[in-house]
């Protein structure tokens, strides 16, 4: 049973810093990309990062690339996501996903329906 498990929400002030973490357990994890997303009130899902395992290359968006840094443990089978600077507009649920490496390219690697397993996230809420 594959579970993923966020922790690390939390409430911060604009311009502070958070870093959130995801616990893998149930897969194999080196042949998962792993990437979070966010959910804001009102909002559809957004992607924000992806790491992929082995050299690591990481996808950021927009929104929070030069500010964030997401990382993954492949001994402990942990994934980060640190962001820099926040802003009332990162206030979101963030998720933590997983999906399979194989066909995933630079633009699939954003669709959340490239991956298959989901936490239930984390709350993170920046007031300015």
């Known amino acids: 049973q594959v579970q993923l498990v966020e922790s690390g929400g939390g409430s911060v002030q604009a311009g502070g810093s958070l870093r959130v973490s995801c616990a893998a357990s149930?897969?194999?994890?080196?042949?998962?990309?792993m990437g979070w997303f966010r959910q804001a009130p009102g909002k559809e899902r957004e992607f924000v990062a992806a790491v992929r395992w082995g050299y690591g290359g990481t996808y950021y968006a927009d929104s929070v690339k030069g500010r964030s840094t997401i990382s993954r443990d492949n001994a402990k089978n942990m994934v980060y996501l640190q962001v820099n600077s926040l802003k009332p507009e990162d206030t979101a649920v963030y998720h933590c996903?997983?999906?399979?490496?194989?066909?995933?390219?630079?633009?699939?690697?954003?669709?959340?329906?490239?991956?298959?397993?989901w936490g239930q996230g984390t709350q993170l809420i920046v007031s300015s």
């Open positions: 996903a997983a999906g399979k490496a194989e066909g995933m390219n630079i633009v699939t690697i954003r669709s959340s329906h490239q991956y298959d397993y």
């Open positions: 149930g897969l194999t994890f080196s042949r998962y990309v």
